[in-house]
């Protein structure tokens, strides 16, 4: 057995729904006596798939004594289940490189996929790419707008520093009476509004619910809240099921530290998109 990440059900909140059981790529979680249970520790990866799917909030992942995860376990799952194995090999890319089975981690070049589109934009308006207003090739000291950018820049909204969640104190000065913003740390780079849509005039902490201790988030989330007389609290994520921990966690948080403020969620698609 080693030391990792695994889900564990709560059966007393799980209300059966079944929810979980398509969202585990594994095949990892039946349906058992009206709940939902883990079949085997080593068919889960301990990624959360299942996490964002849980209208109960009956999903967590912990970091405790299991067996080790076995990916030939999943395949041959999955094979006594009537679904391809497949499936789980081109959702998940290979585990020892730390592909992972969060869909929020598999590859997409969206540059590529809008090249096309974007050359023949470019051709009609005369532009070409990598050449400067005045038409040299490669210039440093200019950049020209090509199809689909804005040739303009924007004041940062950053109020404060640092950012991190698990660098900042919970009594920060600046925290007192704020606008709170609670961002996964991928948004900022997904969202190109980022700024002035959702950073202006707030407070904001970053984290990511996948890579990170979601627990000493909770943790720290719940002494900001309750140290300080916050006027509102909003959690952005990206449209992936690993980043529904991140919300949750704020939500915990929240009902942990007695606040009966209502928390805005925000969520942005991996194309940039606020849903």
Known sequence: MVKRKIVEIDEEKC????????????????????????????????????????????????????????????????????????????????????????????????????SAEGNDAGEESGMESGSDSSGSAGSSEAKTASSGDVNISINSQLEQWPVQLNLLPETAPFFQGADLLVAADCVPFAYADFHLDLLQDKKVVVGCPKLDNLDNYRHKLKGIIENNDLNSISVAIMKVPCCRGMAQAVHEAAAAAGSDIEVEEIIISVDGERK
């Not at 979980?20 to 039946?30: S, T, W």
């Not at 079949?39 to 798939?49: A, F, I, M, S, V």
């Open 15 to 114: 209300n059966g729904c079944g929810e979980c059981v398509p969202a585990c790529d594994e095949g990892a979680i039946k349906i058992e006596d009206g709940v939902a249970k883990l079949k085997e520790e080593r068919l889960c990866d301990g990624l959360g798939d299942c996490l964002g799917e849980c209208p109960k909030d009956a999903i967590n992942i912990v970091e405790r004594e299991a067996d080790e995860f076995d990916e030939e376990a999943v395949r041959e799952e999955l094979k006594s289940m009537g679904r391809d194995p497949s499936e789980f090999e081109s959702g998940h890319g290979s585990h020892a490189h730390g592909g992972g089975g969060c869909p929020g981690a598999r590859m997409r070049n969206m540059a590529a996929e809008g």
